[in-house]
C-alpha cells in the first residue's frame, strides 16, 4: 500500500527546478496529492523557475503536468477547511487548503513551511525526512 501525502508548494517548485524532491515524486512508494490552489502558487513562479532551471517556461509547465500528483478540488476536503482556517489564520492563510486536504486524507503534509513544525494535529514532512 502507498503512502498517501499532501504536497505543498515549495516541494514541486524544487522538483521543476531539479531539486532532490524530484527523484522524490517519482518514488512509486508514495501516492501524492495537491490542491488547485498549490498549483495556481507554483504557476505564480514559472518565470522564476525559468531563469533559474534555465529551461524555457512552456517546457516547466509541461514538466509541471508530468508530476505524479493529484489535484484535488476544494470541493472534496470542504468539511475540513473551517477546521485548516483556526489552524492558519493568524499563520499563513495561504496554506489553509493543503492542511484541509491533508486532515480529509488523514495524512502528512509535506512541505518546508517552518510554521507546520510542532503544530499539534499537524502530520508534517520534510524533504530530509525522506532521505
Known amino acids: 500500500m502507498k503512502i498517501k501525502i499532501a504536497v505543498d508548494a515549495t516541494p514541486i517548485i524544487s522538483a521543476l527546478?531539479?531539486?532532490?524532491?524530484r527523484n522524490i515524486l517519482f518514488d512509486n512508494k508514495f501516492n501524492f496529492i495537491s490542491t488547485e490552489y498549490t498549483l495556481r502558487e507554483v504557476r505564480?513562479?514559472?518565470?522564476?523557475?525559468s531563469k533559474k532551471s534555465g529551461i524555457a517556461e512552456k517546457e516547466i509547465e509541461a514538466a509541471l503536468s508530468l508530476l505524479p500528483i493529484k489535484i484535488c478540488?476544494?470541493?472534496y476536503y470542504k468539511n475540513?477547511?473551517?477546521k485548516?482556517?483556526?489552524?492558519?489564520?493568524?499563520?499563513?492563510?495561504?496554506d489553509v487548503d493543503i492542511l484541509a486536504l491533508s486532515f480529509k486524507e488523514n495524512?502528512?503534509?509535506w512541505s518546508?513551511?517552518?510554521?507546520?513544525?510542532?503544530k499539534e494535529r499537524i502530520n508534517l514532512i520534510r524533504?530530509?525526512?525522506f532521505i
Open 73 to 75: 478540488s476544494r470541493d
Open 84 to 94: 485548516a482556517d483556526k489552524i492558519m489564520s493568524e499563520i499563513d492563510k495561504k
Open 80 to 82: 475540513k477547511i473551517e
Open 112 to 118: 518546508e513551511d517552518k510554521y507546520f513544525r510542532n
Open 107 to 109: 495524512c502528512h503534509i
Open 127 to 129: 524533504t530530509k525526512d
Open 17 to 21: 527546478i531539479g531539486g532532490f524532491s
Open 44 to 49: 505564480k513562479y514559472l518565470c522564476q523557475i
